[in-house]
């Protein structure tokens, strides 16, 4: 099993930026798609972006214009760059990624709070 480590979470003001990174213990080209959702207490895990085959990107309608996502087959990693932050992008961020055959794999979140 494929585990994924997460960083970059923290706590940061209205308007400044943060970069969440995800570090995977296998090649990212293993995956068909990696990326980042969120979750809210008491409410279910929602998109923020993912990226498939390495180029084709989904970012939630919400974010767009707001985050870059990457993945660097070097590192094994997929990166957020989240800017202009607002109190609502407030939750934990956790990072997936789907094999090509269909598994779905998670980290254990990071935490991200945005204070006005």
């Known amino acids: 099993q494929v585990h994924l480590v997460e960083s970059g979470g923290g706590s940061v003001q209205t308007g400044e930026s943060l970069r969440l990174s995800c570090v995977a213990s296998?090649?990212?080209?293993?995956?068909?798609?990696m990326g980042w959702y969120r979750q809210g207490p008491g409410k279910q895990r929602e998109l923020v972006a993912t990226l498939t085959s390495g180029c084709i990107a989904n970012i939630a309608d919400s974010e767009k214009g707001r985050l870059t996502i990457s993945t660097d087959s070097a590192k094994n990693t997929v990166d957020l760059q989240m800017n202009s932050l607002k109190p609502e992008d407030t939750d934990v961020y956790y990072c997936?990624?789907?094999?090509?055959?269909?598994?779905?794999?998670w980290g254990q979140g990071s935490r991200v709070t945005v204070s006005s």
């Open positions: 296998e090649s990212v080209t293993t995956f068909r798609s």
């Open positions: 997936t990624a789907t094999r090509w055959f269909g598994s779905v794999n």
